[in-house]
Nanobody, 120 residues
C-alpha cells in the first residue's frame, strides 16, 4: 500500500522559514512527478510547486523566488523549503505524487496534509 506522509509544518513568524518533507512508502517502482498543494480556509486548493523527472521544477507565481522544491530519490522524499514566509502562506500543505508500484500502473496519490501557520 502506498502512503505519502508529510511532516515539518508548524507555527512561524512572518519572514521566517520552514522545511516540509513528504516521504513515500510502499513497493514503489517509479515516481514521475511530485507536487505540493496548499489550501487555506474558504479557498480552493492550489498548486504551489512541482518537480518532475530530471529535477524539472515549476512554481506558483505567489511563491516563486521564496520557495524551493527538491527531491531525494534514494529516500523517496520530496521537500519544500519555504523562506520569507507571509501570513497569506498560512494553509494546509498537501503532498501529491504520480507514481507506479511493482503491482499497479501509474496512479495519483495524496498525503494527509500538514498545517503551516504564519503569524503577523
Amino acid at each position: 500500500q502506498v502512503q505519502l506522509v508529510e511532516s515539518g509544518g508548524g507555527l512561524v513568524q512572518a519572514g521566517g522559514s520552514l522545511r516540509l518533507s513528504c516521504a513515500a512508502s510502499g513497493r514503489i517502482a517509479r515516481i514521475n512527478v511530485l507536487r505540493w498543494y496548499r489550501q487555506a480556509p474558504g479557498t480552493q486548493r492550489e498548486l504551489v510547486a512541482a518537480i518532475a523527472s530530471g529535477d524539472i521544477t515549476n512554481y506558483a507565481d505567489s511563491v516563486k523566488d521564496r520557495f524551493t522544491i527538491s527531491r531525494d530519490n534514494a529516500k523517496k522524499t520530496v521537500y519544500l523549503h519555504m523562506n520569507s514566509l507571509k501570513p497569506e502562506d498560512t494553509a494546509v500543505y498537501y503532498c501529491n505524487a504520480d507514481l507506479r508500484t511493482w503491482y499497479e500502473p501509474l496512479r495519483n496519490y495524496w498525503g494527509q496534509g500538514t498545517q503551516v501557520t504564519v503569524s503577523s
